[in-house]
């Protein structure tokens, strides 16, 4: 698919589209987490995207939202399925969801829903889902004890590119080579002509090294999960809880095995021996001057317990020279300076937990000539550090590179993990969704071959059981509604009846079916609408430019109306009653000889009647009586009746409770 052909995507977006890996199919597969990596892009406009895609993929041009009143259900139809989300990524992935006019979108997206309906929506994996987040790709690590080195200029700009994380040197001869072992730990050589050259040093002649990143640079690998550990944790934790650890596509004991052997800064942890030579390495000096005290404390203790007998040769020479003690305790006490210096190097061997190898190095920081205090050899501490050192470097090296060759094979699996999990969360918000509403998954009906819709000229709608979320009451409280439509009709009744309501809830319930998403009714079908237009009541009389807007927005409705769904709360509002119900009565009279459907709400459903020159069909919202001076209503509009009005129900009563020919004078004129 061309990029820029989708819509909404400009030669802008489409350039930084350009960067993904595989542009065409990521934008194709909808996940929105996948097309925000392109730079730039963020998860909103991924979303855009990703509905952009779609609408193409299904030639899908219609917008079905017309009007501000439409886009404002369609709002609060994506807000319903959203607050049930638990990550970000899902309430962007919902937002690829919009009202179609395309049957194969429609049919798509119900197949979508279908499954998740079957999904239970378990606290436990909604806790887990809380962790998990698109995986991200780390900083470059810069890796300064190892590099590439090449002769070749191409190749040497290849390199710059494939593995920015090393140092790229140009070399033209093996003493070139030889110049950067002694900078560099490890030497890694791109050029096959220099086989078997002989240099000392750690060099290695790799010419596939650009290709194999997991052995050239395994902390690239390692940084990147270990700056994703915590969402990959997440995500074997959903894969768990919701029971489908089984059918993860990555090995999560593996994945969890490898994640242990992980630190947070891509270091390995949790292995004795590296552990071991790094606080050998980090001890060292500490562990030497508390074995000197050790060594100290001993010849002290030894000099204390000494009765010791001076020749006056040496006597005189002590006054004379300074303190020759050194050779006093050479020959008094070397039996005591042995041990402690034995028992200097023991306290060393201990404290640093060396090998036999390493201790026979250690033998030599004590060992010089006697002295109290005694001295160490700093050259034999310095060797010993050197090879601890190098002792640790080698085995994190080697345990990095195993690391690095086990989450090698994990590296494109995790990708699935992560989006499966946050797919799930997806999925898991329209089940919550048709869960918490009682929803169903409606029938959408398509238009015939020959245009009209299935099941007769115009299909409309038909609700059965519906029951708005949206509404100012408890869910629990919202009485259920039935309510078709087929061609036009006027909707009357009582104050507060619950007309807008009624509107509300066709609105949301044909928005939601166009989404392909269940709605809130015991059954529903609607025609799949090429357009819906809500016009909201008016706040109050529209002075005249905005009159005159208005009736030109109708004028416009009423041009080529075949598959539009019209729904028009109190218009009447906008001027005087009279000339309201001519209006109106006009407006449906346009629509009436052609394939739409439109409820009109008014209280001048008679006027109109009268104003019209056909038969306009009038349904009723109907009070069953006042109970204790409050309305009982039956929400569900009667088919072809004009409902009684709230003023007209109060005379009625008056009429029956009093003995006065005034009530009865006044209802006959309702
Ligand atoms: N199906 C329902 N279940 C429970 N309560 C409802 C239902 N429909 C409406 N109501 C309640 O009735 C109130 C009035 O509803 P609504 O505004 O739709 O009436 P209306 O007939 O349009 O009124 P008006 O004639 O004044 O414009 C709502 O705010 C809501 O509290």
């Known amino acids: 698919m061309e990029l820029e052909a989708i819509p909404g995507v400009g030669e802008k977006t489409a350039r930084a589209l350009r960067a993904l890996d595989d542009p065409e199919a990521t934008v194709e597969s909808g996940d929105v987490a996948a097309i925000a990596r392109a730079p730039g892009v963020n998860e909103a406009r991924a979303a855009r995207v990703a509905r952009g895609a779609i609408r193409k993929r299904h030639d899908d041009a219609g917008r079905v939202l017309a009007t501000d009143r ?43 829903a279908a499954d998740a309906m079957d999904y239970d929506p378990d606290p436990t994996v909604l806790d887990a889902l809380a962790g998990v987040e698109p995986l991200t790709d780390p900083a470059t690590v810069r890796v300064r004890d190892r590099c590439l080195a090449t002769a070749d200029a191409e190749r040497y700009a290849e390199a710059e590119a494939a593995v920015p994380e090393l140092s790229v040197e140009t070399v033209e001869d093996a003493r070139d080579i030889a110049e950067l072992a002694r900078s560099y730990a490890t030497v890694i050589v791109l050029d096959e002509s220099f086989a078997g050259m002989d240099v000392e040093g750690d060099v290695h002649v790799r010419p596939d090294a650009l290709e194999t990143p997991a052995e050239t640079v395994p902390e690239r690998l390692l940084a990147f999960f270990a700056e994703n550990r915590d969402r990959l944790e997440a995500a074997i934790g959903v894969h768990e809880a919701a029971g489908i650890a089984a059918d993860a596509p990555a090995d999560l004991d593996r994945l969890r095995d490898a994640l242990a052997r992980l630190d947070d800064d891509g270091t390995i942890v949790g292995d004795a021996e590296l552990t071991r030579l790094t606080d050998a390495v980090d001890d060292l000096d500490a562990a030497v001057s508390t074995a000197e005290s050790v060594a100290d404390d001993r010849l002290r203790e030894a000099i204390r317990e000494r009765d010791v007998t001076i020749e006056g040769t040496d006597f005189l020479s002590l006054v004379e020279q ?7 305790l050479d020959r008094e006490l070397a039996d005591e300076y042995d041990a402690a210096m034995a028992s200097a190097r023991d306290h060393l061997v201990d404290a640093l937990e060396l090998e036999p190898d390493e201790a026979e190095l250690a033998g030599r920081v004590f060992g010089g000539d006697p002295s109290f205090p005694v001295d160490h050899d700093e050259t034999a501490v310095s060797r010993l550090e050197t090879e601890l050192a190098a002792a640790r470097d080698r085995r994190a090296a080697r345990l990095k590179a195993e690391l690095a060759d086990d989450l090698g094979d994990l590296r494109e699996p995790v990708e699935a993990l992560v989006r499966d999990a946050l797919e799930l ?80 809830l066709v609105a949301l319930v044909v928005v939601l079916a166009q989404m392909g998403m269940p709605v809130p009714a015991e059954s529903a079908t609607v025609e799949r609408f090429e357009e819906i237009h809500y016009y909201a009541k008016s706040q109050g009389t529209l002075d005249a430019g905005a009159f005159e807007a208005t009736l030109r927005d109708f004028g416009d409705l009423v041009e080529g109306a075949d598959g539009r769904l019209v729904l028009v709360d109190e218009l009447e509002s906008i001027t005087e009653p009279g000339a ?38 009038v349904d009723g919202i109907e009070a069953e009586g006042l109970v204790d001076g409050e309305l009982r209503v039956n929400r569900s509009p009667k088919k072809g009746h004009l409902a009684r009005s709230t003023p007209e129900l109060i005379v009625e009563k008056l009429a029956g409770d009093r003995e006065s020919d005034f009530y009865g004078t006044l209802l006959e004129k309702f």
């Open 425 to 504: 969360d997806v999925e898991l918000a329209v089940a919550r969704f048709a869960r918490d509403f009682d929803c169903v998954l409606p029938e959408v009906v398509g238009p015939d071959e020959d245009g009209t819709a299935e099941g007769g000229e115009t299909a409309g709608f038909r609700i059965e059981g519906g029951r708005s979320p949206l509404l100012d009451v408890e869910f629990a409280e919202v009485d259920p509604v039935d309510y078709a439509v087929s061609g036009t009709t006027l909707l009357s009744g009582v104050n507060s009846g619950g007309k807008t309501s009624t509107l509300d």
């Open 70 to 112: 439409s886009r404002e259900v369609y709002r609060d139809a994506l807000g319903l399925l959203t607050e049930r989300a638990v990550t970000d990524y899902a309430e962007k992935r919902l937002e690829t969801f919009y009202p179609s006019g395309s049957g194969s979108r429609i049919a798509e997206a119900q197949a979508f």
């Open 580 to 617: 309201s119900a001519k209006i109106i009565a006009g407006i449906l009279e346009a629509l009436d000889g052609q394939d739409a459907t439109a409820v009109f709400v008014s209280h001048l459903a008679r006027e109109i009647r009268e104003a019209a020159d056909f038969d306009i069909a």
């Open 322 to 328: 300074g303190a020759r003690v050194d050779s006093l």
